[in-house]
């Protein structure tokens, strides 16, 4: 996510003048969901670890792949 994070700001700031709102706007509207989605996963995850639950890890894993197949 890191790695997204910088190269996704870094096109921004080269398309962009200022560092202000709007770039933050952009840069949020890009990365949000994408993250969130990546949170929400690992925890869900974890919480199978913690449970002992045998979750739905094929179905992550293929839902992960489709995700970073589309760049951030």
Known sequence: MAL????VLSELLI??????????????????????WVVDTST?????????TLGDLPGVM???NELVSVPA
């Open 4 to 7: 997204e994070d910088a190269a």
């Open 15 to 36: 398309t962009h003048t200022t560092v202000d709102d709007d770039l933050w706007a952009s840069f949020t509207e890009r990365r949000h969901a994408r993250a969130k």
């Open 44 to 52: 869900e995850i974890c919480q199978w670890l913690v449970d002992g």
């Open 62 to 64: 293929r839902q992960l």
